[in-house]
């Protein structure tokens, strides 16, 4: 590229990253890699979060030989048994730690995903460039499907989803090609990692395939025959029962306040905006758009899934049965949202071509509902400004046949640069939550995503337009791509290691080191995993890092609907903790927003009765179960064992065996008085290991 493209005049600067972009859409392999860059930029690795931390201690069980076996997550069973993930991963934790594992694992199965992903997009749309538009958008943003925004395609932590969902795709590519053989291939892998996300891919192949081998008469009949005994199992309770299994009232109750996305009522309005938008954009993409019949067929075959997820999702909480509610009927829309985003971009490009004002109308108002859904009002009204100054801005430029006047395009570019301010609106919005971010590398995850996904995508298609043009393309960009992707990866990964350097963080690490010093003391001679209770701490703090099992965590309970027993038992244990936790959420700032979910959720676990502090009473009903270790602010008259900052830790062995004592002494209506003041120092002795220890990270 000449050296002097910097002093070109800003038309054909943009003349020339317009070509680019258009180069490095044709180029596959700059493509992929690229769009591991800007992955890595946007959407880094997490680590343990979410439900990362279930699937590790799965891992961790099945390498530690069921260690962690009686831990509330997985006393009861967990959905391990449905999945080869935990028996593929675990034999690379004990050379490499979980937490390497997962990340390597991770680079792994997102690489996969964005590989599946370029291959089916690019077999659907035809236009290279709007592919590459789709794709950077999914690599660059969460893609959310279903409801109250808890489940994500473009997930930054590692779960069998993310494999799952390549394998799928690939599937479709297949179907798209007519090779239905290859296609069922790939779904098998699919259904080994995890069945409920590849379930949805089988059932848009079963009705590709009987689409084209039978007649719509015959469809009807071998439709009619298969509701019929499906009816008769529902109607009649006893086989219902014996098909379906039984889930009474209480285990249906338990799953709905730990699974609310499960039960479709409580999707809120902007849910349903967005898979209206979604079925909206795919059938006027498959009416509109110049599509091959198999293509049609596949995005019939997507459109029928989602809609009969949605009827099954609507119906499984009303049946008194438990695989309706496990299977999820409601994830089936993930195709069709993941499908609706190059579809969208293609019918963009297609009104922007064409003159009819009806095809423009129409793609304007699908393109409001959609950003109606993924951005600020703000930011919507802004980005149609910004459409409509560029498509005036390219309507004049035809009729004066490039030759725009000076003023014209100073007026032009002024309103391009002031239509951009709106970009700051979430960050202002959300510059609480910014200050309080206790490290850079959280600052670098929290911001793309305030941003909103179009203005995302902006940045990133600049970014990378920008970043082809100064290396050329070739192999000088596909190795600076690479060594970009895997170094910030790296730098995420370790980033929480290396950023103690923040109060908070230092603070918690330094807590972390203590109690794990305590703890390997304490149980050195040990042949199990301590059982650990600490309100409102993250699983993998305990399960990971401190190598014990956890007593209760809200996320303990999300495996409920598999279980009934996880359900019972959770319910019961949350009532014993509830004081605890409310505690801590009012310590922590907790905002009460009765209509958020979230809000509605823990007031249904916990209560909601906030002035009450935890009681004597309440600790000694605790020191009463199958737990050994209490981790909490409160300090009981000095019966704990250490003090680590403002955290007091008890031993309920201790206390079981001598403050009962005590406490038969006095009358049982004294209760012991809660302070502030310490009587114990922290613990400096020399940490040892224990024995066993659980394999855990690196």
């Not at 180069?23 to 690229?34: A, T, V």
């Not at 590519?173 to 790939?186: P, R, V």
């Not at 509902?369 to 400004?385: D, E, K, R």
């Not at 103690?500 to 003391?521: K, P």
Request: glycine share 6%; charged share 15%.
């Amino acid at each position: 590229m000449d050296n002097a493209a910097g002093h070109l005049p800003t038309s054909n600067r943009f003349k020339d990253l317009s070509k680019s972009f258009l180069k490095f859409s044709l180029n596959p392999w700059c493509l992929f890699l690229g769009l591991l860059l800007l992955n890595a930029i946007m959407r880094p690795y997490s680590d343990l979060i979410h439900d990362a931390r279930l699937y590790a201690v799965q891992v961790l069980n099945r390498a530690n030989f069921g260690l962690y076996g009686d831990d509330l997550y997985l006393k009861f069973g967990s959905q391990d048994r449905f999945s080869l993930f935990s028996k593929f991963v675990s034999p690379f934790v004990q050379p490499f730690g979980i937490r390497s594992t997962f990340f390597f694992f991770y680079l792994v199965s997102s690489s996969f995903l964005l590989f599946s992903a370029q291959r089916f997009v690019s077999r659907i749309v035809r236009w290279k460039s709007v592919a590459a538009l789709s794709l950077i958008y999914i690599a660059v943003n969460p893609v959310p499907f279903g409801g109250l925004d808890v489940f994500h395609l473009n997930e930054n932590f590692l779960t069998p989803r993310l494999a799952a969902i390549g394998f799928v795709l690939f599937a479709m590519t297949h179907l798209a090609h007519q090779q239905i053989g290859y296609s069922l291939l790939c779904l098998f892998p699919a259904f080994l990692l995890h069945p409920v996300m590849a379930f949805s891919g089988f059932l848009v192949w079963l009705y590709f395939t009987l689409t084209t081998f039978l007649s719509g008469r015959q469809i009807g009949l071998l439709f009619a025959a298969g509701l019929t005994p499906l009816l008769a199992i529902i109607l009649h309770p006893p086989w219902g029962d014996a098909v379906l299994g039984e889930m009474d009232a209480t285990w249906k109750q338990n799953v709905q306040v730990s699974n609310h996305y499960a039960f479709l009522q409580e999707w809120t309005l902007t849910d349903w905006i967005k898979i209206g938008t979604a079925f909206a954009i795919t059938l006027t993409s498959r009416n509109t758009l110049r599509l091959n019949e198999s293509t049609k067929r596949l995005l019939d075959g997507i459109v029928t899934v989602a809609t009969l997820g949605i009827i099954g999702g609507l119906i499984a909480p009303w049946l008194p049965y438990a695989l309706p509610l496990q299977g999820q009927p409601y994830r089936a829309l993930w195709l069709l949202q993941f499908i609706q985003i190059p579809l969208g971009a293609a019918l963009l490009r297609a009104a922007w071509t064409d003159s009819k004002p009806r095809a423009t109308s129409r793609v304007i108002l699908l393109g409001s509902c959609f950003a109606a859904g993924a951005m600020t009002l703000v930011q919507t009204l802004s980005s149609f400004s910004m459409l409509w100054v560029l498509r005036s801005r390219k309507q004049l430029a035809e009729k004066t046949n490039g030759n725009l006047p000076t003023n014209q395009r100073i007026l032009f570019f002024v309103a391009a640069v002031l239509l951009t301010i709106p970009l700051l609106a979430p960050l202002i919005a959300h510059w609480d939550q910014i200050k309080n971010v206790p490290s850079p590398i959280d600052l670098l995850r929290f911001v793309p995503p305030t941003l909103g996904p179009l203005y995302t995508l902006l940045a990133s298609v600049l970014m990378i337009t920008w970043m082809f043009w100064q290396t050329g393309g070739g192999r000088l960009f596909c190795t600076t791509a690479t060594v970009g992707c895997l170094s910030l990866q790296a730098l995420f990964f370790t980033g929480p290691q290396w950023a103690q350097s923040t109060h908070w963080v230092a603070r918690h690490e330094h807590h972390l080191t203590e109690l794990n010093g305590f703890l390997d003391q304490r149980f050195k001679d040990s042949d199990r995993l301590p059982t650990l209770y600490w309100p409102q701490i993250g699983l993998d703090d305990i399960w990971v890092t401190l190598g014990s099992k956890c007593f209760f965590s809200k996320q303990q309970t999300a495996g409920n609907m598999f279980n009934r027993g996880t359900a019972v038992e959770g319910q019961r244990r949350a009532t014993l903790v509830s004081p605890f936790e409310l505690a801590e959420l009012k310590r922590n700032g907790k905002t009460i927003n009765r209509n958020d979910w979230t809000t509605r959720s823990l007031f249904a676990l916990y209560g909601s009765d906030f002035d009450v502090e935890p009681s004597w009473h309440a600790l000694d009903e605790l020191c009463q179960e199958d737990v050994d270790i209490l981790v909490i602010r409160q300090n009981f008259d000095n019966l704990h064992s250490i003090q680590i900052g403002d955290l007091f830790i008890y031993e309920c062995e201790k206390i079981r065996d001598t403050v009962h004592q005590r406490v038969t002494n006095r009358s049982q209506h004294t209760t012991i008085p809660v302070t502030s003041q310490p009587s114990v120092t922290e613990s400096n002795q020399k940490k040892k290991t224990r024995s066993p220890h659980p394999v855990e990270s690196m």
